[in-house]
């Protein structure tokens, strides 16, 4: 006797479908926004590096005394728009012996051979905080130490912050309009892909409507595999960001000292939240869609 | 359980449009408890549309609806499940889902009308099923059974809250005359027990064989036998 044809049909479960393609184009669009949300990261410590590496130099008089030398110093170390790390000003003094000594080391010139005298001044190298990162803001700044009993002279890099600053914003502003581009377009893509998705049980939804299921019983199983899809799909493409990030770091060892780690736990978590968010909204839409509809539109 | 004497469906100077044509100008009817109303008229009548005014599925401009006590131009849309759980639906578009066998087709309701008892669940469903005569067809799917059988699960479907009233939308439309007048009797049996039955249909035969009160669309308007004795307006 032949044995009966066994055929397994899937049964199509209320709020089951395509689980994969769904899955497949959230992880995508969060993967895409993470990385442009990595990269943001990455930029503006690179920016904070820069701006806090402006260095002020203060050239001072030939004969200070030490007593003036402190007071100056003191006077300087107070004043707000010095950098601050650990609550100390961030100053370094450089006498007349160890500035020529960097600018042998430098230069390779020993000038002590032909001059008998150094030609060279103390100094005060001043770290500037990154809110004074500005040319009007320096000049003032300039101008005030300039003022200063015992200062000579004070030199900052003037044509670097101008560009630095330009760059900064230009970058900034492109990088928020493309994100937020991004941002809509991930919205309408995930939005279609569930309403898709959905189209496949329009006529479970209404049969269910037609024998009095309530409204929460027919949106529950969508909502609830939408809340995982987006879980799911935020988890893996965090996970792919940190193996991407990590091999950067492997392979640009420099790129490390920009990453801040709770940001980027922070980054990590936004994408699970907006992959949840996204696929929840989405999927609540598109069953409302349907719920709406009469029959000649479900056709 | 109460036994009241209003009826199960009261329309009251009714009109639906569709779109923007008029297609039911100003109807009023009842039908009590148990009755056995036909819906008839020409395709593109309005009997659709009617039924499915009556099931809240259609909204209509003018007048009143009130089925099975729920006042449709009061009911709030959160509420239409419940009123739904007192009416069976029967119509073409209205398929089993074919995907699963008979009994989950039927346990899927259950579960969709908030049955939570597995025993109470599965006590019904065997009633239901004998019911319509298929007690041994729960394991079989949609498509290995014939046509006049799958319409007896529809009917079955229907009857599984216990409802007040059928609506039936062309039921035996699709069915040789032999099957036909078997679920026709099915109906009947129904009714016998207790449950009104509206069924919009075009078999004349059986309207002649079985006559009852007869509800006819023309012209945008009803006209009821219980107030035209004269048959031949009908």
């Known amino acids: ?299 | 359980m109460t036994f009241s004497s209003e009826p199960v469906v009261s329309v009251k100077d009714l009109s639906i449009y569709q779109e923007d044509r008029l297609i039911l100008d100003n109807i009023s009817f009842e039908i009590s408890k148990g009755e056995f109303v036909y819906l008839i008229g020409r395709t593109g009548s309005g009997k659709s549309s009617l039924l499915k005014s009556l099931y809240a599925d259609l909204p209509f401009e003018k007048g009143s609806i009130n089925v099975a006590g729920y006042d449709l131009t009061k009911t709030k849309r959160a509420k239409i499940p419940y009123l739904r759980r007192k009416i069976g639906i029967i119509f073409q578009d209205f398929q089993l889902l074919h995907d699963r066998n008979i009994s989950d087709n039927l346990l899927f309701v259950m579960k969709a009308t908030g049955w939570k008892d597995n025993a109470a669940m599965k006590a019904r469903l065997s009633e239901v099923l004998m019911r319509v005569g298929l007690g041994a067809a729960s394991f079989k799917l949609p498509h290995q059974l014939s046509g006049g059988e799958q319409q007896r699960i529809v009917i079955a479907r229907a009857l599984i809250n216990e409802p007040l009233i059928l609506f039936a939308d062309e039921p035996t439309g699709n069915l040789d005359p032999e099957v036909a007048e078997e679920i026709f009797n099915l109906f009947k049996e129904i009714n016998n027990s207790g449950t009104a039955v509206l069924m919009a249909t075009h078999n004349y035969e059986l309207i002649n064989k079985f006559p009852n009160r007869i509800l006819k669309i023309k012209d945008r308007v009803l006209l009821d036998s219980k107030d035209n004795l004269e048959s031949n307006s009908f």
């Open chain 1, 1 to 299: 006797m032949n044995k009966p044809l066994k055929i397994k049909k899937r049964k199509k479960k209320l709020g089951s479908y395509p689980y994969l393609t769904v899955v497949f184009s959230i992880t995508l669009s969060l993967f895409v926004i993470g990385l442009f949300a990595l990269v943001f990261l990455h930029g503006k410590k690179l920016s904070t590096v820069i701006r806090e590496n402006l260095e002020l130099h203060v050239y001072l008089d030939k004969n200070l005394s030490p007593d003036m030398m402190d007071s100056l110093q003191n006077a300087i170390s107070s004043k707000p728009f010095v950098l601050k790390k650990k609550g100390k000003a961030q100053i370094e003094y450089i006498s007349q012996k160890e500035a020529a000594k960097r600018f042998i080391k430098e230069t390779g010139e020993d000038f002590s051979a032909v001059l008998t005298e150094n030609p060279l001044r103390p100094s005060l190298v001043v770290k500037i905080s990154s809110k004074y990162f500005e040319e009007t803001k320096m000049k003032k700044i300039s101008g005030e130490i300039k003022s200063m009993t015992g200062v000579f002279e004070v030199d900052y890099p003037v044509n670097l912050i101008d560009t630095i600053n330009r760059n900064i914003k230009i970058i900034a502003l492109i990088m928020l309009s493309f994100s937020l581009i991004l941002l809509f377009a991930t919205y309408l893509l995930i939005n279609n892909t569930i309403k898709l998705a959905l189209y496949s049980q329009r006529f479970l939804i209404r049969s269910m409507q037609l024998v009095g299921a309530k409204r929460s019983f027919i949106q529950g199983p969508f909502l609830l595999h939408a809340t995982f899809q987006g879980f799911f799909s935020g988890i893996i493409a965090a996970g792919l960001l940190f193996l991407l990030q990590q091999y950067a770091y492997r392979e640009i060892p420099e790129l490390s000292q920009l990453g801040e780690t709770k940001n980027i736990a922070i980054v990590f978590g936004a994408l699970i939240a907006a992959g949840i968010f996204i696929g929840l909204i989405s999927s609540f839409r598109a069953v409302n869609k349907y719920l709406k509809m009469s029959l000649d539109e479900l056709y």
